[in-house]
């Protein structure tokens, strides 16, 4: 469909009209079910492991392949940036502002819904960790009881954001915004004044003339 000319194009259009929308509402839904969800996941089993576990005494799960080893992590996921706890506490929180601000705001796709539930959920596991554990306030260290060999160990909140890290990559891949539109790639052969297709691929081509 040619525009007007003096039109100025866009280069993401809706999926669907925007009548046609599910309302917001079921994706900030599904948003704060899966981040509770993994939330509460993740404080149940540190406190298991806490109750259950002695510090350095390894557990076999799958022999020596998998096994639960209990430690306790200064440092962001994987026990990266030990050095860091106070810095990486105020960039866990910004990072849960961050969320919960674009969910709100933006959020109308479910994909997005899952990527920044399971990315809130991992923060707020690891950073409620920091906030409340020893040795004190904003410096407590993050409880890690997961082990694979030659692999640094890891607890539920760091599966969560890395589940979110996938799934973001796979959204950005896919060309799905935050808000459910696809962002439209610019295809070969359009000419200056015509309009590329809808990113869905849907047909909305003004019949030709006298057909």
Known sequence: MQAARGTSLSHSDPTVPPSRRPSRARYLLLFA??????????????????????????????????????????????SLGTSYTLVLTCVAIVAAVVTVTIAVRRLASTGWALALGFLLAGVLGNLTDRVFREPEAFRGHVIDFLRFPHFPIFNVADIWINVAAGLIILQAVRGIRVDGLREARSPRGVRPGEEPDRADGAGDHEPPAGS
């Open 33 to 78: 079910g899966v981040a509770a969800f993994g939330y509460a996941a993740d404080l149940v089993t540190k406190q298991l492991a806490l109750d259950r576990l002695d510090v350095g005494a390894y557990v076999p799960v799958v022999g020596d392949w998998f096994g639960l080893l209990l430690t306790s992590n200064s440092g962001a996921a994987f």
